[in-house]
């Protein structure tokens, strides 16, 4: 994201035996899972009003690039605009930059307009813009989404501003783009894990594997919060870190309901039950390595980024368990202070603070 984070009797006793076991562990599993799981926020009787703006479509079917066409998308789109030729796409510089009235603005000069036209009528980005408007071309069932979660979201954090929505195209730099007021949806990254242009990107399939719709609303919603609340500075300590990313898993159970955990994390449903199976084992390790309070990244940062598995555990855990652990940690903490509300929670930096009032104890399988 982009900011401007049996045969014989004997025998089929045994089966019958072993059977019984992997119910067992199965219920625990699931028991586990739901334990300290909020009820999601209510959409409220009177929704928000959002619109989604389609930037790739404005820009992708103008026929005649001049200054009138290219100055009419810059008044529809304003500081997207400038942020989309500069940061998502790259077809502008800073050196291009203008200071107009004590602001920097990008002027509409004709190397602007000729590197949209050169853009646009690129071979590779039209096939991109044809599959992209072949797959959201009803855009009325993703806007009905993003209404229900904004609306659930105004409940949660009254106090803040509810963006306006914008679809685009990029290079596949970014997904989620946040700014002030607007939330950039790039529908590039969500054209299905299948799509034939994603291995030549050089990406990680783990990352692959996500660029799906079934992503696109809490990835979203992530990069909103994230527009808000995210504290990206390198000395933050490694509490701090994964309390933040448990508020945002926690937010999302409250707001985007309908995805499952596996989507809110990005894990299989066999690395997540490797989680909750393994809950006391992950918190032992941050325990007696000492790592809960450090403040030195290189210590407890394959515990935070994404990846295929967490080095030093077997293959077949997931990364992230940092977010994992920092998520039960918050669930624990909002199960015990029930009159805290969402944005309070989000306003509470103190990581350590969260952690010991939470009574916070992976119980053994």
Not at 5 to 16: N, P, R, S, T
Not at 45 to 59: A, G, M, P
Not at 205 to 231: C, E, H, P, Q, V
Not at 263 to 280: P, R
């Amino acid at each position: 994201m982009y900011i401007f984070d049996a045969l014989k009797l004997g025998k089929f006793a045994i089966v019958i035996s072993l059977f019984g076991i992997i119910i067992g562990l199965s219920s625990c599993t699931e028991n586990k899972k739901k334990k300290n799981a909020p009820e999601p926020v209510e959409i409220p009787d009177i929704k928000i009003s959002l619109k989604v703006n389609r930037f790739e479509q404005d820009l992708f079917l103008i026929r005649e690039f001049d200054s009138l066409s290219v100055n009419k998308l810059r008044n529809k789109y304003g500081d997207f605009f400038d942020l989309w030729c500069l940061k998502l796409s790259g077809i502008a510089t800073r050196s291009m930059l203008i200071k107009v009235d004590d602001k920097v603005t990008l002027p509409t000069s004709q190397e602007l307009i000729n590197n949209l036209k050169q853009y646009t009528h690129d071979k590779y980005m039209l096939e991109v813009f044809s599959d992209a408007n072949k797959k959201y071309s009803n855009i009325e069932g993703l806007s009905d989404s993003l209404t229900n979660v904004f609306s659930r979201y105004h409940v949660a954090f009254p106090n803040k501003k509810i963006p306006s929505i914008t679809t685009y195209l990029s290079p596949f730099y970014t997904n989620i783009t946040a700014t002030e007021s607007n939330l950039g949806i790039g529908l590039h990254a969500y054209l299905g894990s299948d799509y034939k242009y994603y291995p030549s990107t050089g990406m990680p399939l783990y990352l692959i594997k996500k660029f799906s719709r079934d992503y696109l609303i809490t990835d979203a919603m992530k990069g909103w919060l994230d527009s808000d609340y995210m504290n990206d500075t390198a000395d933050q300590s490694f509490i701090n870190q994964i309390i933040y990313q448990g508020k945002v898993l926690y937010a999302l159970e409250l707001l985007v309901p309908e995805a499952d955990d596996t989507i809110k994390i990005g894990y299989s449903s066999k690395q997540l039950d490797w989680a909750f199976e393994n809950e006391q084992n992950i918190w032992k390790v941050f325990v007696d390595n000492n790592l809960l309070f450090s403040n030195k990244p290189k210590l407890y940062l394959k515990f935070i980024n994404d990846g295929n598995t967490t080095s030093g555990f077997p293959k077949e855990s997931p990364a992230k368990l940092g977010a994992f652990i920092g998520w039960q940690i918050v669930r624990s903490y909002m199960h015990k202070h029930e009159g805290v509300k969402l944005e309070a929670l989000f306003n509470m930096n103190d990581g350590k603070s969260i952690l010991n009032e939470s009574g916070y104890k992976p119980n053994k399988n």
